[in-house]
Every structure is written in structure tokens, then in C-alpha cells.
């Protein structure tokens, strides 16, 4: 088994290049580093972050095990509703699984009216996917009931797109037995969500949840409620604020969107990422810690390995 060295600086992990005995294949995602085995995967949860696509040329610390383990508390907090991937987190930055074959469509799952939908919703769309919303929402309003919106799975690098359930089934991409109980799943983990997340002071807007099969059976896989894939507001003052037609701060890596906004990069070919100074890193990470404490009522626990990438490799190999 040989290492070649990732980078890390100030106890960030931007990326790491393993190699193990029995490694089938090697796939590095915006986020994650996947390791990939016979029947089984090994990912890495990086620090890095990515907005409009690109990846930010800086990392945040502790971001990928705030990620991480945010994923782990939900997914043994919902495994009564669902089977999931994860058979162990060997380090603060890993997840050890089952290797599923994921199906090609995201669960966008939306208990209020914002992000896409309510731009949608601001030119006159009033059906979502089968869902008639009535007249008169505003912003960050409650849906009558949450709406399932999915999207397809993009390769790196492209958009999703949004998609409705009778076009999955039509176009092949999910068989209508599967799919009503892929929705059946989507509802009842977004209902365990918000009410893990209302005891914590919190609202999960919206969230979206990867779905794959092993030996024939279905599991939830990837993360499952974690600032990167939800939207989180604060129940204290939601009322307030939406009666007085005020924005809602929202809990989540938009925060991040928002400022590169701000500083006039969304994403377009031409554009510069603003600076990354150490003071704005240090915010973002303090706001993923944050959330995570919150979320979990948990202390988080800095990960401060001397030897972070070879611990890293051998608590990789001790499960493998």
C-alpha cells in the first residue's frame, strides 16, 4: 500500500490520493474523495467547497467533518425509515458503506417556498410537479403541505435539471413501483428531519435526498441533511420577519452563494472568485460548526491529528 502525499494547510483537507489493496477504482467529486472497492466504498469528506459549480480555491476548515458527521447522526436517527449506505465512520472525515448503484434523480423535497421554486413562483408557475400552490405566497412562506420537485443527477460540472414523476417513469429513468417508494421515503425522512430540527430551534426549508440499490434492496445514500444539501432557517423571529416582509438568514452553504454574489462572481466563464481572506474562511467555518451543534446538540469536537493524512489511511484500511 503506498501514499502519495495530499495537501493540507492549517488542518485543512483539501484532498488526498490514496492507494489501498483490493482499490477497484478512484473518484474525486466536488466534495468528496471515493474509494472505491469490490462491493464497498471508503469517502472522504474534503474541506473543500464548490458554489455555481466551481470549486473555491480555498478550503474550510473542519468542513468535511462538520459534513460528515452530520450525515452520520441523521442516518442512524432515520434508519428505521430507510436503510442506508453507511456501515461506519471510521474517522471524523469518513464513511465507510455499501457500494450502491444510485438511481439517476435527485429528491428535492421543499416544506416552504423558497430558493428555485419561489423563483418559479415569481413568474406565474403554479404547479410543481403535480402540486397546485395556491395564489398570494410570499417568500419563505409554508407550502400547504410539503412538495416533492426532483431533478436529474448531473455529471460534474453540469446542471441539474428539474423533472417531474411522470417524466422519470416515461423516460426510464426509475420504474413507478420504485419511485412511489422513493417519494413515500423522501416524505417521511423530511417530516423526521423537521422535527429533529424544530427541537433545535430550527426550520428545514427545503432538502434533497440520493437514493441507490445493493443486492436488490433500496438504501438512502450520499448526505442527508447537512447545511450543503438543506436549507435551514431560525424558528426565533421566522414570524416576524415574514410578516414584516423581511429576508430570512438562512442556515446553509447559501450563505457562501450569497457572497460571491455580493462580490460579483456567480458562476460565469470570465469571472474571478473573490479573495478568500482568512477572516471570511474563519466565519464560514465557525457558521458550519455552529450549525452542526445546534442541529445535533453535540459539542464538535475539533479533529487536531499531528498526522492527519496518515491517520486518515489507516483508519481507511483497518475497515477495508
Request: proline fraction near 5%.
Amino acid at each position: 500500500m503506498s501514499l502519495l502525499l495530499g495537501t493540507m494547510q492549517n488542518n485543512t483537507i483539501k484532498e488526498t490520493n490514496f492507494h489501498f489493496e483490493g482499490q477497484q477504482n478512484f473518484y474525486r467529486g466536488k466534495v468528496r474523495d471515493v474509494y472505491m472497492f469490490d462491493k464497498h466504498l471508503a469517502v472522504v469528506a474534503s474541506d473543500r467547497i464548490s458554489a455555481f459549480d466551481v470549486i473555491l480555491p480555498e478550503a474550510i476548515p473542519y468542513k468535511g467533518q462538520v459534513l460528515n458527521q452530520i450525515s452520520w447522526f441523521f442516518m442512524q436517527q432515520t434508519q428505521d425509515i430507510v436503510p442506508n449506505w453507511i456501515i461506519d465512520c471510521p474517522d471524523p472525515n469518513v464513511a465507510y458503506g455499501y457500494k450502491c448503484t444510485p438511481y439517476p434523480v435527485e429528491m428535492v423535497v421543499r416544506g416552504y417556498l423558497a430558493g428555485s421554486a419561489w423563483r418559479a413562483y415569481k413568474k406565474g408557475v403554479r404547479e410543481m410537479n403535480g402540486y397546485k400552490l395556491p395564489e398570494g405566497l410570499k417568500e419563505n412562506d409554508p407550502l400547504p403541505q410539503p412538495i416533492i420537485t426532483p431533478s436529474t443527477k448531473a455529471a460534474q460540472g453540469e446542471h441539474d435539471e428539474d423533472i417531474n414523476s411522470e417524466d422519470i417513469v416515461k423516460k426510464g429513468l426509475v420504474d413507478r413501483k420504485t419511485l412511489d417508494k422513493l417519494e413515500a421515503y423522501t416524505l417521511a425522512l423530511f417530516q423526521r428531519g423537521s422535527e429533529i430540527a424544530q427541537k433545535q430551534g430550527l426550520i428545514l426549508a427545503d432538502t434533497k435526498y440520493e437514493f441507490g440499490h445493493f443486492e436488490g434492496k433500496i438504501y438512502l445514500i450520499d448526505e442527508i441533511h447537512t447545511p450543503d444539501s438543506s436549507r435551514y432557517f431560525n424558528i426565533e423571529g421566522y414570524q416576524e420577519r415574514q410578516q414584516q416582509n423581511q429576508p430570512q438568514p438562512q442556515r446553509s452553504k447559501e450563505m457562501v452563494r450569497k457572497w460571491l454574489m455580493e462580490n460579483g462572481f456567480n458562476g460565469q466563464e470570465g469571472q474571478k472568485v473573490p479573495e478568500m481572506t482568512p477572516e471570511w474562511i474563519a466565519a464560514v467555518s465557525s457558521e458550519y460548526i455552529a450549525l452542526y451543534e445546534q442541529l445535533t446538540n453535540n459539542k464538535f469536537e475539533k479533529s487536531e491529528d499531528t498526522d492527519r493524512y496518515a491517520n486518515l489511511q489507516q483508519r481507511i484500511s483497518a475497515v477495508i
